[in-house]
């Protein structure tokens, strides 16, 4: 029997036992389910700064998991180890919800203040951050999510109240773009517009030269985000090679600094 899933705009059409685009998310008997629930790739306890969320919080630390898996096809991806592959080529140990909340539980004593979904895309694995971020507000724990913002809107509403901040990449301000990477702009910038009114949301862009970096780009896009929030905290962040695109060099300083200018026009905190 096959079934639809319903977490991306991808809405994958799965046979009985096929895998979606994401490499996370499987149709079992006639139901879509994720295979990557609890399986963690990777754990540490990092400072929030390094999400980045530089306004919530700051000076904490939190402990960031990442699992298998993402709904984009990034060729400049820089945790494609864990992204781009499937249950069979991920290291992966299990860890329920309340195992997790315990390890958070138990690095307070060195500041931790929660649970961040990290490294590669959280919301492909839509049940377990669900199950998780309940389970951490019952233990007052903070939940945030690293995300490239590619969702439908009823999981994403189903999650929110739940969640206390977000970093949305906002990887491009163009359809093209967004096309390249399996994407699309309207469902990313949607997901922000929807998060903004929900919880703590802070924007990045990792600039990659001759994709992203034109200044009539960053001027439309910041532009757009003032419409939101002027004050929303936005990063603009330095792409160096990897993945497929080992090819291209990262951008000089100056560009990065001209772009944070401009950036500066409309928004009022600007990081780079």
């Not at 233990?139 to 509403?157: A, D």
Request: contains cysteine; hydrophobic residues 35%.
């Amino acid at each position: 029997m096959s079934a639809v899933c319903p977490i991306c705009p991808h809405r994958c059409v799965l046979s009985d036992g096929a895998i979606g685009l994401c490499r996370a998310r499987q149709n079992t008997g006639g139901v879509v389910r994720s295979i990557n629930y609890g399986m963690i790739t990777s754990i540490a306890l990092d400072p929030i700064e390094k999400k980045p969320l530089y306004c919530f919080y700051p000076g904490s630390f939190i402990l960031s998991v990442g699992s298998f898996g993402c709904n984009f096809c990034c060729p400049f991806c820089q945790n494609h180890e864990i992204s781009m592959s499937g249950l069979q080529g991920s290291a992966a140990i299990y860890y329920s919800p309340e195992k997790l909340v315990d390890v958070a539980i138990e690095t307070r004593s060195s500041g931790n203040i929660g649970i961040a979904f990290t490294y590669n895309e959280p919301l492909i694995g839509y049940e377990y951050v669900r199950d998780t971020a309940v389970a951490a507000r019952q233990r007052n724990l903070q939940t945030v999510l690293v995300t490239n913002g590619y969702v439908n809107e009823k999981p994403l509403l189903d999650l929110l109240p739940n969640i206390n901040a977000l970093n949305i990449d906002l990887k491009s301000f163009s359809k093209d773009f967004y096309r390249r990477i399996c994407g699309d702009l309207d469902t990313v910038k949607k997901t922000i517009e929807l998060a903004s009114e929900r919880a703590h949301v802070e924007i990045t862009t990792l600039i990659i030269p001759g994709e992203n970096d034109s200044a009539e780009e960053m001027r439309n896009l910041t532009r757009w985000l003032s419409g939101i929030d002027p004050h929303i905290p936005y990063h603009i962040t330095r792409f160096y090679p990897r993945y497929k695109m080992t090819d291209k060099s990262p951008p000089p300083e100056s560009t990065i600094e001209s772009l944070a200018e401009i950036a500066s026009e409309s928004l009022s905190r600007v990081f780079a």
